[in-house]
Nanobody
Framework: QVQLVESGGGLVQAGGSLRLSCAASGRTFSNYAMGWFRQAPGKEREFVAQISRSGSSTSYADSVKGRFTISRDNAKNTVYLQMNNLKPEDTAVYYC?????????????????WGQGTQVTVSS
């Protein structure tokens, strides 16, 4: 089992920045590729970003490319999502997720561990 706990969400004005953190425990963190997903009210959960086990490979949804950066610190068992130039349409609950079956994965169903989520609200 892997336990994931997100933090860092909050209320920010459009154009502002936030950094989300996701702390992992329970298993060897570096064995897991990590992803960030988000779910806005009334919408399905969607992929945001993912990072490979070593951190050498990342990918992003087109909607956040150039604004968000995913990174990880395997010594601290933590994955981060730096979000810059936030827009009202980024408002959502953000979830981190872990999977150990694929080198990279952008599909929700491929992740087997999930955090409880952290709310990000961007005001216009």
């Amino acid at each position: 089992q892997v336990q994931l706990v997100e933090s860092g969400g909050g209320l920010v004005q459009a154009g502002g920045s936030l950094r989300l953190s996701c702390a992992a425990s329970g298993r060897t963190f570096s064995n897991y590729a990590m992803g960030w997903f988000r779910q806005a009210p009334g919408k399905e959960r969607e992929f945001v970003a993912q990072i490979s086990r070593s951190g050498s490979s990342t990918s992003y949804a087109d909607s956040v490319k150039g604004r968000f950066t995913i990174s990880r610190d395997n010594a601290k068992n933590t994955v981060y999502l730096q979000m810059n130039n936030l827009k009202p349409e980024d408002t959502a609950v953000y979830y981190c997720a872990a999977q150990d079956r694929y080198y990279i994965a952008t599909t929700e169903r491929l992740y087997n561990y999930w955090g409880q989520g952290t709310q990000v609200t961007v005001s216009s």
